[in-house]
């Protein structure tokens, strides 16, 4: 566990460990829920699909591309333990590539028309 005070900046760092000098990361989505479990309900979304639903989040420079550097404050869910578990999906992808999901970015989902 790594302990923080309510409301601290909590700085976090991933990193690709590869060989290959041209892969890059993308944070894709960023939760954090009241328990371990890979679930969703009662989570609390900082990033979903690329965009940023936090609004204490915040992106860092990192000189490498296989590194995402990043922040949000630290919280505590109301009426819970005071742990707090953050699950991550990370994508990797081709340096250069515009075609990928890391040059995609945010990328906001459309609804579909209903039907009569």
Known sequence: PYYVSINQDLFLEASL???DPWLQLFLHTCVASPTGH???????TIVKDGCVKDPTYAAFYSPHRHTLRFKFKA????RSNPVVYLQCELV???AFDYSSRCYQGCVKR??????S
């Not at 890979?38 to 609390?44: L, R």
């Open 75 to 78: 919280f505590q869910f109301i």
């Open 92 to 94: 990797v992808c081709r």
């Open 17 to 19: 460990h590869s060989s």
């Open 38 to 44: 890979n679930s969703t309900t009662g989570a609390y």
């Open 110 to 115: 459309s609804k579909r028309e209903a039907s």
